[in-house]
């Protein structure tokens, strides 16, 4: 499909570094899909949806810049949704959202407890005033919450917050990669979904740009479970916008 | 039933990953070769890494997709591990590779350990690349033979199809010393966003693939087997077995399938057992379709 055109309706400050853009046009995904934003005449690049009519970005670079210079009543190019995302499964389930990861785990909270399924969740950012979607969180369920400088939560990283004892049916991961390689080597691999963040090209499944051991991440993925992302490229390196591979 | 002997290659079957299509790292080519293609062609291979150009560089149309990916890749100094990778799965890997200059060319090919060569002179979209020297017959037969002394390795020229006859430029391919002709890349298109006036492509306009150019595609295959005396491998459009079967009557020795394999992973496994199947209810061989619809 070629892009449709998206109205912004309302702009959210969640952090002072994350937005969330409302549109007029609403979607209706899995929770973990993603949709292609095209900003015309910059870029276009993946974003999950956030909810059924939003995504949730983070400043970063070139695109996400000229997005935050965007308003009620601008408009951008949106394709998808697109890729497989979460598998919701189990009685209870635990979300790990590292930062802006928490924008396809927030719709997904809300689905299981829509459903009764029992949500807790390990929310980590940088700072106190970084932390995404926590109020979202909480309606959902219980959250235990980590931050790099200690102003709020415990002092460090949202790993050292999974218990050791293993009582979760299910648990549902996204965030910085070696944050997900963390979880992954200290959870059973085979209960843990991860959503992954490569260099999306076509984002439709044709280029290979996005690919973790042959998967596609845009087509395949962006939701892949522990037991295909062990012993993998993942955590190991990535590619950049050439197709070299990057330490990680 | 469908085995055979390209340029040397044994092959399986007559189906090929094309260029561009998983074949920018070796586990996603290896992917595509186990699950049922003959051979594999890498995305296209420079001197230098290139980034491409902007997105959105891919979009689905009516009846096909346009990209203007801008020749993407790792350069193919950091390709040998990758072509290692994929020739794991036992299957000819084809580089394709492009440059600016003969020399660009002898340098890549003068390097790589590839199964055979196709060289990427046909690339719409990619300023001072591809089609820019694919459309001259001189520079076409020039690099072709620069290349054939850089290496043993079977020689593909890649054809483009925005020209007014392909035969010249197939015939200059030969002269050079080609070993097959592969025809063709995509057709020159573009698509604007009527909510905004802009050209969806962040390279404005691009290539069409798919369905759409089936029929120029065989065309074009049909007069280079009629004009050529090396053999010619088709592409464009191919999404099922009737595609590849349609392809193979105009004069294509093999196909390469590239959009389809998109929505399609296992498209290559599929074509191959159709194929088989229709064949033995006609009670024909690979033989006698090749070329069938020049012979009736
Ligand atoms: C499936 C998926 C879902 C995502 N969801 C979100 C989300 O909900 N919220 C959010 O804030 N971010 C999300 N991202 C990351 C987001 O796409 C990048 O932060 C964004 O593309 C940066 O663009 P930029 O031009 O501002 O950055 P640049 O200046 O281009 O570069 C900064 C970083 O962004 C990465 N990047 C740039 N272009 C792309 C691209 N086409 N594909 C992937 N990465 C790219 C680069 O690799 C680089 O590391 C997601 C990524 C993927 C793959
Ligand atoms: C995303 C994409 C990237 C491509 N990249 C290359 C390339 O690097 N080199 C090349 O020779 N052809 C490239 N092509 C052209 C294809 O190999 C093929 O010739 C064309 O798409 C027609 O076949 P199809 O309709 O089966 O896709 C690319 C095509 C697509 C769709
Ligand atoms: S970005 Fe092209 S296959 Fe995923």
């Known amino acids: 499909m070629k892009p449709v055109n998206a109205v912004i309706t309302k702009v959210v400050e969640e952090t002072p570094t994350v937005r969330t853009f409302f549109f007029d046009t609403s979607f209706k995904p899995e929770p973990g899909q993603f949709v292609m934003a095209w900003i015309r005449g910059v870029d276009e690049i993946p974003m999950a949806l956030s909810y059924n009519n939003a995504i949730t970005v983070q400043k970063v670079g070139t695109a996400t810049s000229a997005l935050f210079k965007l308003g009620e009543g601008d408009s951008i190019g949106i394709r998808g949704p697109s890729g497989n995302g979460f598998e919701l499964k189990g009685d209870h389930i635990l979300l790990i959202a590292g930062g802006v990861g928490a924008a396809p785990l927030s719709p997904l909270a809300e689905k299981a407890s829509s459903q009764g399924i029992k949500v807790t969740t390990l929310l980590g950012a940088k700072t106190k005033e970084e932390l995404v979607f926590r109020e979202r969180f909480e309606a959902a369920g219980s959250v235990m919450i980590a931050t790099d400088d200690g102003s709020e939560g415990i002092h460090g990283y949202v790993t050292q917050l999974i218990p050791e004892q293993e009582s979760y049916d299910r648990i549902y991961c996204c965030g910085p990669e070696i944050m997900m390689k963390k979880v992954l080597d200290k959870v059973e691999p085979g209960k843990a979904q991860f959503s992954l963040h490569r260099y999306i090209k076509c984002g439709i499944g044709i280029c290979g740009a996005c690919c973790v051991d042959g998967l596609r991440v845009c087509k395949d993925g962006p939701v892949f479970g522990g037991e295909v992302l062990k012993n993998s490229e993942f955590g190991v390196y990535r590619r950049n916008e050439c197709g070299e591979r990057v330490r990680v | ?296």
């Not at chain 2, 050079?176 to 962040?202: C, H, K």
């Open chain 2, 1 to 296: 039933m469908l085995s055979l002997t390209l340029t040397g290659l044994k092959l399986k079957n007559p189906l090929l990953l094309a260029a561009g299509v998983m074949g920018t790292t070796g586990s996603s080519l290896k992917r595509i070769a186990d699950n049922g293609a003959a051979a594999v062609v890498t995305k296209s291979l420079g001197v230098e890494p290139k980034t491409g150009h902007a997105n959105p560089s891919m979009v689905e149309v009516d009846c096909g997709y346009l990209n203007a990916m801008g020749l993407p890749n790792p350069s193919y100094k950091n390709f040998q591990q990758e072509i290692d990778i994929a020739q794991d799965s036992g299957v000819p890997v084809i580089a394709s590779i492009f440059g600016g200059c003969a020399l660009d060319f002898l340098e890549i090919a003068g390097t790589l350990d590839a199964d055979a060569f196709e060289l990427n002179v046909s690339c719409p979209h990619a300023h001072g690349f591809g089609a820019d020297i694919g459309t001259d017959p001189a520079l076409v037969e020039d690099i072709t033979a620069a290349v054939k002394t850089a290496t043993d390795a079977p020689v593909w020229v890649k054809l483009t199809p925005n020209v007014t006859d392909i035969k010249i430029i197939g015939l200059a391919a030969q002269r050079g010393g080609a070993d097959a002709v592969v025809a063709i890349n995509t057709v020159r298109g573009m698509a604007i966003d009527i909510e905004s006036g802009y050209p969806v492509l962040g390279n404005r306009f691009g290539g069409l693939s798919g369905r759409a150019i089936k029929p120029a595609a065989i065309k074009c295959v049909y007069d280079l087997y009629d004009a050529l005396d090396i053999p010619v491998i088709g592409v464009g459009g191919i999404s099922d077995w009737k595609d590849a079967v349609e392809f193979i009557m105009a004069g294509a020795l093999a196909v390469e399938i590239g959009s389809a394999v998109g929505n399609n992973i296992n498209i290559f496994k599929y074509i191959s057992k159709d194929m088989e199947a229709f064949l033995a209810e006609k009670e024909w061989t690979f033989n006698e379709i090749y070329g069938m619809a020049h012979k009736i």
